[in-house]
T-cell receptor
Framework: DQQVKQNSPSLSVQEGRISILNCDYT??????FLWYKKYPAEGPTFLIS?????DKNEDGRFTVFLNKSAKHLSLHIVPSQPGDSAVYFC???????????FGKGTRLSVIA | DGGITQSPKYLFRKEGQNVTLSCEQN?????MYWYRQDPGQGLRLIYY???????QKGDIAEGYSVSREKKESFPLTVTSAQKNPTAFYLC????????????FGPGTRLTVT
């Protein structure tokens, strides 16, 4: 059973508009969440993270929101740029020495 | 210039042959990980190692083996027992087992025919 779910396989957004990528999780022990960005045939790169003690973290054009009661997080990209076109993975980890659990990813296409 | 290297970028093998994928890091990280990516499947954990000479199975360890004899190196062997070995393989490292942020290598695309 998937513990981290990204229910939208793909998303298309106009350049300059907001991109919202969603992620749901089922394990209430998760206390840290990350977003990774991946281009084809390359390794993922870390984008932004959030601890469960916060509900928002912002870094430039990227903001991650966490709703613990709903077990939901979202990544907002504003404004979206063509270079943001990539696959975005949501990942989560619980306390202790547990590896990250990744979602299946959402492919974002930003159209000029 | 610190980072993680995986070689080669593309690898081709005949069915029934074992093949070893290389992963080296000069970040002085304790923890290292192997993932497999298939279309629509995200990243699935194969094996991980939190310290030298120790490693644990991930979610899909069957048909794979690893070793961690040196801190910098975590090679993955895809054995002939792996039923669907063709995939994109990613190696990652982290400062320590309790460090959430992982740094990924560029990946190796393995094709078995």
């Amino acid at each position: 059973d998937q513990q981290v779910k990204q229910n939208s396989p793909s998303l298309s957004v106009q350049e300059g508009r907001i991109s919202i990528l969603n992620c749901d999780y089922t394990n209430s022990m998760f206390d840290y969440f990350l977003w990774y960005k991946k281009y084809p045939a390359e390794g993922p790169t870390f984008l932004i993270s959030i601890s469960s003690i916060k509900d928002k973290n912002e870094d430039g054009r990227f903001t991650v929101f966490l709703n613990k009661s709903a077990k939901h997080l979202s990544l907002h990209i504003v404004p979206s740029q063509p270079g943001d076109s990539a696959v975005y993975f949501c990942a989560a980890s619980g306390s202790g020495n547990t590896p990250l659990v990744f979602g299946k990813g959402t492919r974002l296409s930003v159209i000029a | 210039d610190g980072g993680i290297t995986q070689s080669p970028k593309y690898l081709f093998r005949k069915e029934g042959q074992n093949v070893t994928l290389s992963c080296e890091q000069n970040l002085n990280h304790d923890a290292m990980y192997w993932y497999r990516q298939d279309p629509g499947q995200g990243l699935r954990l194969i094996y991980y190692s939190q310290i030298v000479n120790d490693f644990q199975k991930g979610d899909i360890a069957e048909g794979y083996s690893v070793s961690r004899e040196k801190k910098e190196s975590f090679p993955l062997t895809v054995t002939s027992a792996q039923k669907n070995p063709t995939a994109f393989y990613l190696c990652a490292s982290a400062v320590g087992a309790q460090s959430y942020e992982q740094y990924f290598g560029p990946g190796t695309r393995l094709t078995v025919t």
